[in-house]
């Protein structure tokens, strides 16, 4: 059983009078693997309970800011990237990436089902509702996959791995 390690900073500048949100990064694997993303939580009563949507991304590489389409119906997202950096760097670094270190990721150790660039990011995707389990005011049973294009590949995918999925949007 791997720690999570998470960590959570406050992001007030991509906060609203909505929601709170956070940069976070959680352990995915016994390498030190990490993933990233933002987290929004709705600003409501203290006691109150939310449901979740994980975002899984389209392919590329990009930074991030959190989804807030869903603050005023008082639901959690978890949007991550899957790439294992940060997704609040200056642009010009994930273009660089995407056209340097990154570029044909979706390739990377394709020969391999342990080495797979996308054994880590299935794993990655799973630990996400591993780390949504820990949040206070998360609901603990009402969580919806989504993304789009690889994003919603992934959706399948992890909605089809892990029973604590209740749906998946898809698209």
Do not use: W
Request: with cysteine; aromatic share 12%; glycine share 10%.
């Amino acid at each position: 059983n791997i720690s999570l390690d998470t960590k959570m900073v406050h992001a007030p500048n991509i906060s609203t009078e909505l929601l709170d949100a956070y940069y976070i990064d959680y352990k995915v694997d016994q390498f030190g693997s990490r993933f990233y993303g933002v987290l929004t939580i709705p600003k409501g009563a203290k006691d109150k309970k939310y449901p979740a949507v994980v975002i899984y991304p389209g392919a590329g590489v990009r930074g991030y800011v959190g989804d807030g389409r869903f603050a005023k119906d008082n639901i959690i997202t978890l949007q991550v990237g899957v790439h294992g950096i940060p997704v609040n760097l200056p642009p010009e670094v994930y273009t660089s990436m995407a056209t340097g270190a990154l570029s044909g990721y979706q390739y990377f150790n394709l020969r391999s089902k342990e080495k797979y660039f996308f054994n880590r990011v299935i794993k990655g995707c799973i630990r996400a509702i591993d780390f949504l389990g820990t949040l206070e005011k998360f609901d603990g049973k009402n969580i919806i996959a989504n993304g789009s294009s690889q994003g919603g590949a992934l959706s399948l995918i992890i909605t089809s791995l892990d029973k604590r999925i209740k749906a998946a949007a898809v698209y």
